[in-house]
T-cell receptor, first 111, second 110 residues
Framework: KAGVTQTPRYLIKTRGQQVTLSCSPI?????VSWYQQTPGQGLQFLFE???????NKGNFPGRFSGRQFSNSRSEMNVSTLELGDSALYLC??????????FGPGTRLLVL | SQQGEEDPQALSIQEGENATMNCSYK?????LQWYRQNSGRGLVHLIL???NEREKHSGRLRVTLDTSKKSSSLLITASRAADTASYFC??????????WGAGTKLIIKP
């Protein structure tokens, strides 16, 4: 099976812009989770989707949003970008709340 | 929020030596997992241990779990340069969310 794919891999934006990141899970995986990773902060949970429904959300401002489509592909959007949003954004898919399979991540740089 | 805490934060050893890292957590769990992350890349699942298991092996990896102390350890035997990475533990939290530790950065010196 193909692994989790994320696009784009790298992105440079300026403050105030918005960005949309995409994640395609492993075929058959209906759960998709998003994480933000910054140096020294570990993985910060953003949200988790299952069958197009957001089941859980982390402690992030409303500028961070996401959605999941009927084919389980997921997108996350960050509006009004701030310098502090520069990070590696990771997507992971899973069948149950156990092993998560991660994509390579999207590295976002906000200038 | 980060429930797990890995210890040490960083570890540097010679190739061929064993590496041990620890993870502590706060609430009761059903399972605990360990993941590896090579520099700036996605995480790779290493091993999952359930709450009714005390020890589990996978190749050069040995994981132990002590639910009474709410702690786990990951032992990598006969380390190799390719083991240089950050290692994270994750426990199953509520609401379909894994709770992650801050990670241990392991450096294997040739």
């Amino acid at each position: 099976k193909a692994g989790v794919t994320q696009t784009p891999r790298y992105l440079i934006k300026t403050r105030g812009q918005q960005v949309t990141l995409s994640c395609s899970p492993i075929s058959g995986h209906r759960s998709v989770s998003w994480y933000q990773q910054t140096p020294g902060q570990g993985l910060q949970f953003l949200f988790e989707y299952f069958s197009e429904t957001q089941r859980n959300k982390g402690n992030f401002p409303g500028r961070f949003s996401g959605r999941q489509f009927s084919n389980s592909r997921s997108e996350m959007n960050v509006s009004t970008l701030e310098l502090g949003d520069s990070a590696l954004y990771l997507c992971a898919s899973s069948i149950r709340q156990e092993t998560q399979y991660f994509g390579p991540g999207t590295r976002l740089l906000v200038l | 929020s980060q429930q797990g805490e890995e210890d040490p934060q960083a570890l540097s050893i010679q190739e061929g030596e064993n590496a041990t890292m620890n993870c502590s957590y706060k609430t009761s769990i059903n399972n605990l997992q360990w993941y590896r992350q090579n520099s700036g890349r996605g995480l790779v699942h290493l091993i999952l241990i359930r709450s009714n298991e005390r020890e589990k092996h996978s190749g050069r990896l040995r994981v132990t779990l002590d639910t009474s102390k709410k702690s786990s350890s990951l032992l990598i035997t006969a380390s190799r340069a390719a083991d240089t990475a950050s290692y994270f533990c994750a426990t199953d939290g509520s609401n379909y969310q894994l709770i992650w530790g801050a990670g241990t950065k392991l450096i294997i010196k040739p």
